[in-house]
């Protein structure tokens, strides 16, 4: 019982980014790109004036480009990853996009990375875009 425990503990705490309270949604996506710049080229571009959020938003966010970068390392044969964040008064626009070989969202069958990431925004009464670049936008 004790170990079931342990497990669940060490489950439960990677799947919360701790340190994102603290240094922020774009603090942590510096260091998350940092951590795969050995596999991948990413850039990330962030709108002057970007205002912290909410602590659930931008664990969301975080668990998205997260999600989003390892499915696009694992699945895509991309080269480059690009991560623009807009901030806007009334709400904000996450695009990420890459060169890989891409896929029709209609078409493909729904994988955990995906449902994932859908969830995550329906979690945020967001809205997103499946094009030649992911796009999440009003999140508010």
Do not use: C
Not at 20 to 48: D, P, R, T
Not at 60 to 78: G, M, P
């Amino acid at each position: 019982m004790s170990s079931l425990i342990d497990a669940a503990r060490s489950i439960s705490h990677s799947l919360y980014p701790v340190n994102l309270e603290s240094v922020g949604l774009v603090l942590y996506v510096e260091e998350l790109i940092a951590n795969l710049s050995h596999k991948i080229n990413i850039s990330l571009q962030v709108m002057s004036g970007y205002e912290k959020k909410d602590l659930f938003v931008e664990v969301q966010l975080y668990r998205i480009i997260q999600e989003f970068t390892t499915n696009v390392i694992k699945h895509s044969d991309a080269t480059d990853i690009w991560i623009y964040i807009k901030d806007y008064p009334e709400n904000m626009a996450v695009v990420i996009s890459d060169n890989g070989q891409g896929f029709e969202y209609e078409e493909v069958k729904k994988g955990m990375g995906i449902k994932n990431i859908e969830s995550r925004i329906k979690s945020m009464n967001a809205t997103h875009k499946w094009k030649k670049h992911f796009q999440i936008k009003e999140v508010v």
